[in-house]
């Protein structure tokens, strides 16, 4: 059964960086970030697929890499030069599917999301 089981995040002043990890389960062919914001949808930030292949949102590209130890199936998020807009609950999410897709809506399993809090 697939699942994933974020870690990380907390409380950062703006500027200062964060890495959020999440260990995954099961057959995984996909997986990304996604965050939501308050009184805001959640929106796709990050994927990677088993091809090493990437896509960001345009928001976060140049801030935050999204990476992968494929012997510990972790999924890594590093972010960088964080800003208060950045501030939201991120979720890990993972697929079976090797399409990736930063689609919110798309079928992904889902972590139980860990709080970003950036202030300024």
């Known amino acids: 059964q697939v699942h994933a089981v974020e870690s990380g995040g907390g409380s950062v002043q703006a500027g200062g960086s964060l890495r959020l990890s999440c260990v995954s389960f099961g057959n995984v062919r996909c997986m990304g970030w996604f965050r939501q914001a308050p009184g805001k949808e959640r929106e796709g930030v990050a994927t990677?697929?088993?091809?090493?292949?990437?896509a960001y949102a345009d928001s976060v590209k140049g801030q935050f890499t999204i990476s992968r130890d494929n012997a510990k199936n972790t999924l890594y998020l590093q972010m960088t030069s964080l800003k208060p807009e950045d501030t939201a609950v991120y979720y890990c999410a993972a697929r079976t599917s090797a399409s990736c897709t930063l689609y919110s809506g798309a079928n992904y399993y889902w972590g139980q999301g860990t709080q970003v809090t950036v202030s300024s």
């Open positions: 990677l697929d088993t091809r090493g292949r990437t």
